[in-house]
């Protein structure tokens, strides 16, 4: 799953380039963070992403056709082209859809958990975000929530050293994120971010003990985002090649890679093969994916409301009537 990853951030990424999608965003170097903790929940676990954690639908079951039609805004969209690329959702999959707003997931991962402990299902919420993220007002709000309301969930920070530009340095003073959970009487854990072993073991403890007590845990995955914050970022303006070029070589793909060949259990030969298979896979997702139509000019007034209002009903009117008169134009 990890290298499924790594191959749709490199294909995704050089459609941008080429112009084909209009944005993207990669998760180079925190593969262990999605599939470690994604593999500790249980598929009735509500999960509440941001933009990086692409990897963590894909384990819930996500083809990543799915995640191809997001970013061309295709009629396989589930957001039916509302959203810009890199914010997925899947009601099936229990996997809330993205919003761009920093930290706005929080909040609303406490009130997950809310109804969960009030429905009795067994299940918690888990909320992803970034160091950068700890820095808003929404972060303190939905940890007292979480922490006064005593319901099951993990916050789980994904602390990769920079904010878009800003380095952890700059953002906070302190020992990260994971001591700010102590003030609001929450455990924490900090991990190995890059370490898919320890991530899913840490997630696992964290996961029980929010059932077992009703209570929040805040998991602080230390890692390094190798790639640009998005495409359209430079990170080379902000941060030394050198520094990138050395965490690069940390990466958790190649640390499970290196483990697995030690005890005799992969090679480089079986290897190759799942990468070209799994490149194969996201190619052909693509290509799909660019040629299936756009939705329907009527998808714009659909799933505003329960029941169109009137103002609704007389623009989609007047669009209508305006479509109708320049049809050469559209």
Known sequence: ?????????????????????????????????????????????????????????????????????????????????????????????????????????????????????????????????????????????????????????????????????????????????ASRAYGYDMLAIRVDGNDLAAVHAATAEARAVALAERRPVLIEAMTYRVGHHSTSDDSTRYRPADEIAAAAALNPVDRMYNFLVKRGWWDATRDAKLRAKERKGVLLALENAEKREKPGHSELFTDVYKEKPVHLIEQEAELLEHLASYPGEY
Not at 26 to 31: F, H, R
Not at 59 to 70: E, K, N
Not at 104 to 109: D, E, K, M, S
Not at 118 to 145: M, P, Q, W
């Open 1 to 177: 799953m990890m290298i499924r990853v790594q191959e749709m951030d490199e294909i995704f990424l050089a459609s941008q380039r080429q112009g084909r999608i209009s944005f993207y965003m990669t998760s180079l170097g925190e593969e262990a963070i999605h599939v470690g903790s994604a593999s500790a929940l249980d598929p009735g676990d509500m999960v509440l992403a941001q933009y990086r954690e692409a990897g963590v639908l894909l384990w819930r079951g996500a083809p990543v056709q799915l995640l191809a039609d997001q970013c061309f805004s295709n009629v396989g969209d589930p957001a039916k082209g509302r959203q810009m690329p890199m914010h997925f959702g899947s009601k099936e999959l229990n996997f809330m859809t993205i919003s761009s707003p920093l930290t706005t997931q929080l909040p609303q991962a406490v009130g997950c958990a809310y109804a969960l402990k009030r429905k009795g299902t067994g299940n918690i919420s888990c909320v992803y975000f970034g160091e950068g993220a700890a820095s808003e007002g929404d972060f303190h709000a939905g940890l007292n929530f979480a922490s006064t309301l005593e319901v099951p969930m993990i916050f789980f920070c994904r602390n990769n050293g920079y904010a878009i530009s800003t380095p952890a340095k700059e953002q906070y003073r302190g020992d990260g994120i």
